[in-house]
């Protein structure tokens, strides 16, 4: 079967790149779950919506901040509360646990490797695509004084942290997700 | 039947979704006005998927074709060719 059309004329004004008219609406998910399902399915949609050419936000805050830790981070926080919450709940993309059959942590290495068998790209590589693809990544500033998270404990190639205004800016006239 | 001049070719045989439209976004912010990137894929959604990616950002799907289970689209980067 061969689809073939003509090739368009070139009545349209001088429009220097694809990226730089977005033909809708941008793509702005809040992201409060730090689930490894979520968190991908996230950042599937987001390198998606960039590839379609629409500016994509992602706010990371609550649960959903902790992807953005550095995976070689161990212990992080100032007071013991939130040294015992980064030993429970160990940040970085590396370390997130599936909202069920978790099984300590099986059940991530399972899905890991059947998405890697069926060539699905990890949430590192999606990650990274999504930097190269210009999606902002927004980390919380209060998920981070609360949970005691520096930025030095953040990946690089991020946004600088800010509030829910800023969050809810990106929102105006995008799609919006919360999950 | 018009013939057209393969700028760039992407083999993205077995990746599943989304890798195959991520792949030719990033490909094309590399390519000017009328180049044609050559994509060649076998994730069975990628029929609808590029359809609706040329739709929203505008850059003509100029043929498609399958041959088994490979499906092959040509795809023009939209703006004034020089």
Redesign the interface.
Known sequence: ????????T?E????????AQP??GGLTIFLSSGDLEKVWASL?LS??A?????PVTIFFTFWGLFPLVRNEKGITGQVWMQKMLSVMNRGGTSHLPLSKLNFMGAGPAMMRSLAKS????SPEELLE?AK??GVKLVPCQMTMDLMGLAREDLIDGIEEPAGAATALAAAEGATTLFI | MTTFTITRTLDLKGFACPIPIVRTAQAMKELGPGDVVEVLATDAGSVKDFAAWSKTTGNPLVEQTQEGGVFRFLLMKKGDVK
């Open positions: 079967m061969t689809i073939t059309l003509d090739r368009p070139t349209t004004a001088p429009v220097p790149a694809a990226e033909a809708t599937i390198t998606t960039a590839a379609l050419g629409k069926h060539q699905v790209a695509m190269d693809l």
